[in-house]
């Protein structure tokens, strides 16, 4: 049994939490809103995962002490915007190795970072591994077949990880792709919101298949660039996410997207859904970082375009379409 402290208070870490429990291991959950902790407490149940009952066992604290002491693995459940200020404020109480699980998307706006890099920029002592994959909270609280993969710096901690969260419905990878795995979980939401946005303007399934091929297409340039693997973009944290986020009810990045396409701004879309849409957060960011590296993002410049620059849904779609004629796979050779 391991001793497991949950960081954030919100659907995936409680879901995450149920799983681990499930598994047989001590779970302790902590959020820096009283409120929160005192639902979660009163009622045994997450207001996002409604029927999913708290086991009387699972412990919730605001306490940052508590929260981290003796535990063999902290989970960080935080929304990006969130990650620098929680990881500065319980670094005083984190244990020198101490892994720390980042199961948290998005990328960090003024710096570019990845959110495991701003959890070891503030917490050095910490052992960072990353967790993402195509896993709704909503049906891995339910216990519905779910796949994901742990991206860590070593195998053993990668392989502790592994065995720590696998189950017979929650089957876990290994990858040493942590930044690989990082931007796949990042960047498929700001498609995701293209592909929301697509269906609000009532378009079909050929938009939404070209969105998601031409989508990925765009991360894994991006990707390989900065340093990650091909086949990472590829794989579940790639192709699988954004996949599952595009198509999706359960996502709030296509929710959002489905607003905006009906003519909602960013803000009233996001008010709306009433949850954190990190894709909004990621996109600057993520133009930021196609500037920095010289790389094109069209989709993504787009989401820009319609998020920040009062552009209409419909005429990023049609400057989309109406693009220089280009060649599918760039190093593809003529015979003749």
């Known amino acids: 049994m391991a001793k497991i402290g949950i960081i954030g208070g919100g659907s995936w870490g409680v879901a995450l939490a149920v799983l681990l429990h499930k598994n047989g291991h001590q779970v302790s959950v902590w959020s820096v809103l009283e409120s929160e902790i005192k639902q979660l407490n009163e009622t045994r149940e997450h207001k996002m995962l409604p029927g999913v009952i708290l086991p009387e066992e699972m412990t919730f604290t605001t306490d940052d002490a508590e929260i981290t002491r003796d535990k063999d693995i902290l989970v960080f459940s935080v929304m990006s915007a969130y990650t620098r200020s929680t990881a500065k404020r319980l670094s005083g109480f984190v244990k020198d190795g101490q892994i720390i699980v980042n199961v948290a998307k998005g990328i960090e706006e003024d710096t570019l970072m990845t959110l495991s890099d701003i959890i070891e920029d503030e917490i050095p002592q910490a052992d960072v ?95 390989i660039v900065m340093g990650g693997r091909a086949e990472t973009f590829s794989g579940l944290t790639g192709i699988g996410d954004l996949i599952v986020t595009c198509a999706s009810m359960h996502s709030r990045n296509r929710r959002a997207g489905i607003l905006i396409g009906q003519g909602k701004s960013a803000q009233e879309a996001m008010d709306e859904v009433k949850m954190v849409v990190e894709g909004v957060y990621s996109a600057k960011a993520a133009m930021q970082l196609a500037e920095k590296y010289q790389v094109q993002l069209p989709i993504i410049e787009q989401v820009n375009e319609v998020l920040f620059h009062g552009k209409s849904a419909s005429d990023a779609v049609k400057e989309l379409m109406t693009r220089d004629k280009k060649i599918e796979l760039e190093e593809a050779k003529w015979e003749d």
Do not use: C, W
Not at 132 to 150: C, D, L, Q, Y
Not at 165 to 179: A, K
């Open 129 to 223: 591994a990353v967790l993402s994959g195509p896993s709704h909270a909503e049906e891995v609280s339910r216990g519905i077949p779910t796949t994901i993969v742990v991206g860590a710096k070593s195998k053993q901690t990668a392989e502790h990880i592994q065995n720590v969260f696998m189950n017979e419905v929650f089957r876990v990878y290994i990858s040493p792709d942590i930044l690989g795995i990082e931007l796949g979980g990042s960047l498929k939401n700001v498609v995701a919101l293209a592909a929301g946005i697509a269906d609000g303007l009532g378009y079909g399934d050929n938009t939404k298949a070209a969105l998601i091929t031409r989508g990925i297409a765009e991360i894994t340039r991006l990707g």
